[in-house]
């Protein structure tokens, strides 16, 4: 059998080091929340970012909350959000107490349709969210059109796509906002829970700093109704440690994106094409309608695989009933998308097994 190769791979690596110092270094400061080492890795994501900027929040769900809330959100609003992405990003404009609308992705780039999104606008609905979905970055401009036609506010799920740019510029900073995790999976992950927002507007960055600490304008007085949904100094401190080696990751992904597409996929399997050389490859689907047979013939050379993702989000249960909705683009693609692995630390020798897995694949 072929060299084993595992869907993901969270152990440190490279930075093994660096994270071990730097939670060392929170240990014997003594100082857990908001602190330090949260301000230092909020200037230091803000500059990777081109953002002005960032704050850091518990998860990237609270991220896209907290964006919501600040922007006055919630019960009787709508958000248009697509029906493929982690449920995560539709469950945030629900925290929110709003309620999101599903329009259907374009069948090619897999991230929302800005005319399915426009064609599902009424008068409740305050936001465009889109899903820059796999790192690849969802259309932009018109998504930009479409939000100033009909004053909409454009919130970005950046969660899977730190780094990435859209036409050159930096996603996040294209709306008003833009939410990021730091889940343990995401292209900058913590070893535990955490997520940021960006933005270019100053007071937003400000009421989402009020609101991520329980609405305290100082210390035990509440102007608002907060959340309690902090980036913790343990996690900042080591996602300090990890984020001057994102670049480079960056381009390992790139690079072995490159190498997926340059070998041959077998007749049955379809590859996403790529929209924007900004795409920062998160995950690697490929299409298939035999995905079964694609994944179990995977599966016996070693090769791990997952679905991103199996369910439309308004199919879910949790949704059904309050988000109903007719995306046929979002059904087909969950029925045929599987990912590949696709990781920085992946081998020379563990890409081979992978692209022999595919060539020898037979409908
Ligand atoms: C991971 C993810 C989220 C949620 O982030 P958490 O930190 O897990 O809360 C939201 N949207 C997308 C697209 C994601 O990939």
Sequence with gaps: MSTPVPFNALRPGEDAA??????????????????????????????????????????????????????????????????????????AVMMAGARPVFADIDPERLTLDPRAAEAAITSRTKAIMPVHLYGQPADMRAFEAIASRHHLALVEDAAQAQLATSDGRAVGTIGIAGATSFYPTKN?????????????????????????????????????????????????????ARLPHLAGWTARRRAIAGQYRAAAMPAAVTVPREFDAGHVYHLFPVLTPQRDAFQAHCAANGVETLIHYPVPIPRQPALAATSPAMCPVADRVCAEVVSLPMYPALSAAQLDAVTRAFSSFER
């Design 18 to 91: 660096a994270v071990r110092a730097a939670i060392d270094r929170v240990i014997a400061s003594g100082w857990f929340v908001l602190g330090p080492e949260v301000e230092a890795f909020e200037a230091e994501f803000a500059a990777a970012s081109q953002s002005p900027f960032a704050v850091g929040v518990g998860t990237g769900t609270d991220a896209l909350t907290l964006i919501l809330r600040a922007l006055d959100i919630g019960p009787g609003d709508e958000v248009i959000t697509p029906p493929l992405s982690a449920a995560y990003s539709a469950l």
């Design 188 to 240: 900058l992950g913590a070893l535990g829970d955490g997520g940021a927002v960006i933005t270019r507007d100053a007071q937003l960055a400000a009421r989402i700093k009020r609101l991520r600490n329980g609405g305290q304008t100082s210390r035990y007085h509440h102007l608002e109704a907060g959340a309690n949904s902090r980036l913790d100094e343990m996690q900042a401190a080591i996602l300090r």
